[in-house]
């Protein structure tokens, strides 16, 4: 595990690591639930997400420069997984409006500690090999956000054909650090169909992340210019703190209200591969595999089938004669599925009696 009280090199020496970390989760259901979300489960390691994404933000910056957006039915759990990371590296979202908002907020409070912080914004459920790869796209985009004043997004080169991401069209080539290339955003792409995705990777079009970095100061320019429903509660954060804050301004997501509206995006290609863990299907890409292709997580087994998931609580799980299902057995429920319906799951949680998301 990297040393969090490791001393910060001089291209760090500005950085602050955001962890967006709220959400239940829903395609890993049920599993996943509202006290216990994806962020807490073994989906890419041996160790919850959550823990993953920060001992990668320790590698960055020291634990005071880390803050984790979480909803507050969240936060105890999340000191459960990580005893060592303090109080004050929590910021408790009041509740739920969307990312431009908790990430306008986070901009505005880090600003007032440190008026030249650039600011990392990560998923805590997202899958990043190798760590070195990671450290160098991220240092290479700082770069770029703190001095020419861009809001920079890491772009993944495709592997596959993929519907679930969305993607980042390149334009003009910038000047960047070592090794990473850099490109002013010529526009983004919403998740394609089929045909659509393969054209894009023909074209060297990008996976959009979602991972973001940029000075604070620019992205509350940026916010104030582009979504000026948002910025008009400035005023009440500044006068009445971050409870009022959430309850006047409006839900929006923060690639919609700024980044395909800003004149200031930049992309840089990742030196890692990444994986946002998005669904059950995912972790046959994410985990090991046994001889027939099975992914099997907990007391489960596969006899006579090959390519399914399986994911157990504490129940002995056994697959004869099938192939390509996913089957989840957790919290007194089993799910059983085709992998290829796996990133459908919503659909069956809102005609499900009860079903939450």
């Known amino acids: 595990m990297p040393d969090s ?91 739920a409006r969307g990312t431009c908002p908790v990430l306008a907020w986070a901009a505005w409070e880090l600003e007032r500690l440190d008026p030249d912080a650039v600011l990392v914004s990560l998923h805590s459920d997202h899958l990043i090999r190798p760590l070195d790869g990671f ?27 993929e519907t679930g991401y969305g993607h980042i069209q390149p334009g003009e080539e910038l000047e960047s650090t070592g090794s990473t290339p850099a490109y002013r955003v010529a526009a983004f792409h919403e998740k394609p169909d089929a045909v659509t995705a393969a054209r894009y990777m023909e074209a ?83 985990r090991p595999t046994d001889q027939g292709g099975n992914v099997l997580e907990g007391p489960a087994q596969v006899v006579d089938g090959q390519r399914n998931v399986v994911y157990s609580d504490d129940s002995k799980t056994v697959l004869w004669g099938v192939d390509d299902l996913v089957v989840v057995v957790a919290n007194g429920t089993t799910l059983v599925m085709p992998r290829e319906r796996a990133a459908d799951l919503k659909k069956l949680l809102a005609e499900l009696e009860g079903g939450q998301e």
């Open 135 to 161: 450290l160098e796209t991220v240092r290479a985009a700082a770069v770029l956000a703190s001095t020419q004043d861009l809001l920079v997004t890491v772009g993944v080169e495709p592997d596959r054909v």
């Open 5 to 95: 009280n490791k001393s910060s090199t001089t291209a760090d020496s500005a950085l602050w690591i955001q962890v967006l970390a709220g959400g239940i989760g829903s395609r890993f259901w049920p599993a996943s639930t509202a006290d216990r979300p994806k962020q807490l489960l073994p989906l890419a390691s041996g160790q919850p997400l959550i823990v993953d994404t920060v001992e990668r933000a320790r590698s960055l910056v020291p634990d005071e420069r880390i803050r984790v957006l979480a909803g507050r039915h969240l936060v105890e759990p999340f000191r459960g997984a990580l005893p060592n990371l303090p109080s004050s590296s929590y910021l408790v979202e009041p509740r």
């Open 204 to 286: 060297g079009y990008l996976w959009n992340t979602g991972i973001f970095v940029w000075k604070a100061s620019v992205f509350l320019d940026e916010v104030r210019r582009h979504a000026p429903e948002v910025a008009a509660c400035f005023d009440t954060l500044e006068r009445e703190g971050a409870e009022a804050f959430f309850e006047a301004t409006p839900v929006c997501v923060v690639d919609t209200a700024i980044m395909e509206r800003t004149r200031r995006a930049a992309t840089v290609k990742a030196a890692f591969a990444w994986d946002d863990v998005g669904s059950w299907e995912a972790l046959s890409r994410t």
